[in-house]
Nanobody, 116 residues
Framework: QVQLVESGGGLVQAGGSLRLSCAAS????????MGWFRQAPGKQRELVAV???????RYADSVKGRFTISKDNAKNTVYLQMNSLKSEDTAVYYC??????????WGQGTHVTVSS
């Protein structure tokens, strides 16, 4: 089992920045990659950014150039630096971990609200 705990959400004005953190514990050796998804009210959950165990990254087009995903292997933590935030970035952000046996692990979610 893998446990994922997010932190760092909150309320920010448009144009501002936030950094989300996701700490992984448990059988983290199973994880091939980690990332962030988000779900806005009335919308489906969507990919924001992912990073593989090898350090490759992928971003949704809507956040390219504004968000940066990174990881600290020593702390088993993944970060999402979010800059130039827009009102449309308002959502619940979920940490995701994908394992070698195709199991998906999810955090409890952290709210990000961007006021315009």
């Amino acid at each position: 089992q893998v446990q994922l705990v997010e932190s760092g959400g909150g309320l920010v004005q448009a144009g501002g920045s936030l950094r989300l953190s996701c700490a992984a514990s448990g059988s983290i050796f199973r994880l091939l990659g980690m990332g962030w998804f988000r779900q806005a009210p009335g919308k489906q959950r969507e990919l924001v950014a992912v990073i593989t165990s090898g350090g490759s990254t992928r971003y949704a087009d809507s956040v390219k150039g504004r968000f940066t995903i990174s990881k600290d292997n020593a702390k088993n933590t993944v970060y999402l630096q979010m800059n130039s935030l827009k009102s449309e970035d308002t959502a619940v952000y979920y940490c995701y971990g994908g394992s070698s046996d195709s199991t998906a692990y999810w955090g409890q979610g952290t709210h990000v609200t961007v006021s315009s």
